[in-house]
């Protein structure tokens, strides 16, 4: 049986399923007859010579002479490192041609083009790591959901080493404070019962929040004004949560400590 999952992975390099189960089965063999191959790849008996073809072509696999005729796989290594650098090229000859078009008509949109609506917690995840991943300034967060994964943790982290202030409200548990002040984080205990958000650098917000029906939904939003008055209500309550009415650690439970944090497995949740 060939690793469904490797399969997968190999179609990713732009190989069809037959191509791909065609590679992984020389793989596995070494080298192998087309019958040998078809048996183990489980791929038709009309289209076998044709896939040999086309992955000898893109520099797959190779031919041994003789009668039956064999074939081996090349190296993963320098066929994967081959397609690795075609595909870091690419990306990177796109970003520089496409980032200055992006730039352009973002700094055009009108008010209703600088708010979007984020469905899922993936989504929702990405946008809230890239955010982080380019504060320059300052990361003001409000609730606990924010820091439910290890690589916002990471990205916490990262942003504080670049000298990026961070400041945080929630009810926070004793793993969540802990990562605080591992990371050098600034936090009070807040109490709070409504939709979570974090900004970064008076230029992004994203508003959390959970439907009754546990359908997972947050607003990315880039406009001035509405950022001002979201970062004006973070720093209203850090003024009022003095350090001398914080909870201490063992009263917590009051507010329910969180399970999903941090050093576990990525929740996905805002």
Not at 52 to 69: D, K, M, S, T
Not at 160 to 169: E, N, Q, T
Request: proline letters at 4%.
């Amino acid at each position: 049986m060939l690793d469904e999952r490797l399969i997968e992975n190999l179609k990713l390099m732009n190989l069809t399923e037959y191509e791909s189960r065609t590679y992984l089965a020389l793989v596995v063999k070494g080298t192998a007859t087309v019958k040998e191959i078809r048996e183990l790849a489980q791929i038709p008996y009309s289209r076998e010579y044709d896939i040999l073809e086309n992955l000898e072509q893109r520099g797959y696999v190779v031919v041994q002479p003789g009668r039956p005729r064999r074939y081996r796989a090349v190296d993963p290594r320098e066929i994967l490192s081959k397609e690795l650098k075609l595909r870091v090229k690419a990306v990177e000859e796109l970003i520089a041609k496409l980032t200055p078009l992006y730039q352009k008509h973002m700094n055009e949109v009108s008010f209703d083009e600088v708010i979007w609506m984020l469905k899922g917690r993936d989504n929702i995840h990405d946008r809230l790591i890239s955010m982080l991943e380019s504060a320059k300034k300052e990361v003001l967060i409000v609730g606990i959901k924010p820091v439910t994964s290890e690589a916002i943790a990471r990205a916490l982290e990262e942003a504080k080493r670049r000298g990026v202030s961070i400041k945080a409200l929630g009810e926070f548990g004793k793993n969540t404070t802990e990562l605080f002040e591992r990371i050098g984080v600034e936090y009070r205990m807040y109490p709070h019962d409504h939709s979570r958000f974090v900004v970064v650098d008076e230029r992004e917000l994203i508003l959390a929040s959970e439907d009754p029906a546990n359908y997972v939904f947050a607003l990315y939003n880039r406009n001035p004004g509405c950022i001002k008055l979201y970062r004006n209500y973070f720093h209203h309550i850090w003024e009022e949560t003095p350090a001398q009415d914080l909870k201490p650690q063992g009263e917590i439970h009051k507010y329910g400590e969180n399970k999903h944090l941090t050093t576990g497995k990525t929740s996905g949740r805002v």
